[in-house]
């Protein structure tokens, strides 16, 4: 750790030293203990390291055109990556899921890490938008037979869940709209993306969709266990 005010200085941007730089030469003017200061000087340094570790943590991630992601992650790029890292568990959050013939491949693959236990859980929240117009006199029989003959018909099922107030009529019918993309929540190598982008190939390859990626396990965690309340409160029904 630095214990010259100097070195910690030139450690900083302009603005930080504009700030520090009075302190430490009023510090030294009234004759402070150079142990007292370099005390100070290691916490202020502490403090620096954990800013920039949180600053670090984050990334903006993005849906696009090609050129624009010269400076940004790509939005697909990065739900690709979450998914092929995940060791233990992934939480899928989405308003439409996507059944192109690259996103059936990106599902079909998680199935598949399901059924070899590769994946020992995974959790999809969704709305059933190709279907919200037809659900009949029984939305649930509906929403699973749709499920598992369109969008899941391998035999190792994630945990799959929809709003509940899709099930109570046209008047109380509501949209899950949430986003998000959580691989790994419950161990100290979690990370989240939180996006505007739903896990399709539109909005993921073509649409303008912006996002941020955090690497931070606990704050995956607190993603993951919003999702897991919202469960155990029945706001979420299991289909």
């Not at 929540?185 to 996006?195: C, G, H, M, N, Y």
Request: glycine share 6%.
């Amino acid at each position: 750790m630095p214990t010259s005010w100097q070195g910690v200085l030139a450690g900083l941007n302009a603005d930080g030293r504009g700030q520090l730089e009075p302190f430490l030469v009023a510090m030294t003017r009234e004759g402070g203990h150079p142990r007292l200061m370099a005390l100070v000087l290691d916490q202020l340094a502490d403090q620096q390291e954990s800013l920039q570790r949180e600053r670090d943590a984050w990334s903006f991630v993005w849906s696009g055109p090609e050129p624009l992601h010269a400076k940004t992650a790509d939005t697909f790029a990065t739900v690709d990556q979450l998914i092929r890292r995940a060791r233990s568990s992934l939480l899928i959050a989405t308003y439409n899921i996507g059944l192109s013939c690259e996103f059936r491949g990106l599902l079909e693959s998680i199935a598949l890490r399901l059924e070899s236990e590769d994946l020992q859980r995974v959790d999809l929240f969704f709305h059933p938008v190709q279907i919200a117009e037809g659900f009949g006199s029984d939305p649930l029989a509906a929403i699973r037979r749709w499920f598992h003959a369109e969008v899941w018909p391998w035999p190792a099922k994630p945990r799959a869940y929809v709003d509940r107030r899709l099930l109570s009529g046209p008047a109380e019918r509501c949209c899950q709209h949430a986003k998000v993309v959580i691989a790994d929540a419950e161990t100290d190598r979690a990370s989240a993306l939180v996006t505007s982008a739903n896990f399709s190939e539109a909005a993921q390859r073509h649409n303008f969709e912006a996002g941020w990626l955090v690497s931070q396990p606990w704050r995956a965690k607190q993603i993951s266990d919003h999702f897991q309340r919202l469960v155990a409160d029945r706001l979420f029904v299991e289909i």
